[in-house]
């Protein structure tokens, strides 16, 4: 870095106060880009300072193919976009988080089978949307005013550094698909992410998971596939709150000993490991009587091997089969397992059904309190997995190819 470099960024960076935590978190901060990062920044407020009607978007640049495993972000490129007027009733915002989530592989091909009556397919040329949080910078709407901090928790807050949208804010809104005021007057800023992790989507999915769709009894063995991402880590500290005997499928060995020495699941297997078979079946020695899926494939096949009878089985995700061309009904029915799974399912009376967290949106806020609870308090740890600047593509593809543990979230340093 050059001397006009450090001069520079001191200008835009005065002064860095450390993040406060007040909840139970655990930050994960991806280094490979903090200095491509600022570089990118420090441009980018030189030009926002110039021009005040433009902003920075990442779009979507190229359809990647419905069996593309996006395993990069060539897909996508960042440009700058005219921002609309900013009429009567509407706010603008500076992004300050944006939510990378597993759904959103399928939305980036119009034919994709597993997009299902529910999403709609992204547009070219246009940047994807997902949750996302930011600060009020300019208001035209009543209930809004500058600094407050707006958050679209499930989808519809696009990949651009700034937003103007309605201010009309649902904050009653069962379904958490309006854009709500988060206070934080009693959270430190460093915590608002959380409202797209163990405090929005990922952590309801978790908890509706185990507690209404699992329902495992004291003693029982849950297992978790995909259990150190955001849904798992929640998920699986729920179960043992539960009293459950909690097993926890991962992909690497240091997701393994984070699940077991830091979150305190019972056992944790690593699914690449070429004894995986033999070491779920030492890790669950009285069999699996709830398995939360979130990955499907030949993983779950290994697990469903082992069900005990009258085992439950919430189909939470298919992750190992998003980059299939297969609707997502056929992935979640009985009949796209082997013929000796289903055998045995059937046999044990096991009871496999396709699990939806918005189901349960009437009781979302109740929910809320709890999960908000249970951090305050220690019970469960919020695990975030960070990426610094303004990289939703990179942090997207990172994420589907398992470099997070916990929540996968972009934070955007503005300027
Ligand atoms: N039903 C619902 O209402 C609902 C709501 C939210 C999410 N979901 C689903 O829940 C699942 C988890 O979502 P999340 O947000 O918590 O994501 P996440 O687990 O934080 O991130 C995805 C993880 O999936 C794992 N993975 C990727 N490819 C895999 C493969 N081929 N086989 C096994 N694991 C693989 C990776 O971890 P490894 O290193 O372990 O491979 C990666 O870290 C997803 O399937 C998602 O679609 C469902």
Known sequence: MCIFEKILIFWVFPHKTPPTRLLNTHVI?????????????????????????????????????????????????????????????????????????????????????QLGEYLTPFELNRPPTGGGIGRVVVSRHPDWSVDDVACLPFSDYPWQKRVRMSGTAKTTDPSLSQLRKLRYDDRSVDDLSLALGALGMP?????????????PEPGETLVISGAAGACGTIAGQIAKQRGARVVGIAGTAEKCAYLTSRLGFDRAVDYKDPNFEEALTLACPNGVDCYFDNVGGSVSDAVLALVNRGARVPVCGQIARYHDDVPYEDLTSDASLEPSIRALLRERDVRRFRYLVLDHAQEFEAALVDLEAWIRDGSIEATETITRGFYPADALVDMLSGGNIGKAVVKIQQA
């Not at 609309?84 to 300050?96: R, V």
């Not at 309801?204 to 769709?213: I, R």
């Open 29 to 113: 901060v991806r280094m490979r880009t903090a200095a491509a990062c600022r570089r990118h920044e420090l441009r980018v407020a030189v030009w926002r300072r110039r021009i005040s009607n433009t902003t920075t978007a990442c779009v979507l640049a190229e359809h990647p193919g419905v069996t593309s495993r996006l395993s990069s972000a060539r897909h996508f490129k960042t440009i700058q976009i005219e921002l609309p007027s900013l009429e009567d009733g509407q706010i603008e915002l500076e992004t300050l988080h944006l939510s990378v989530d597993p759904y959103m592989r399928c939305r980036f091909d119009p034919g994709h089978p």
């Open 203 to 215: 952590g309801l999915t978790s908890y509706f998971g185990v507690l209404a769709a699992a329902d």
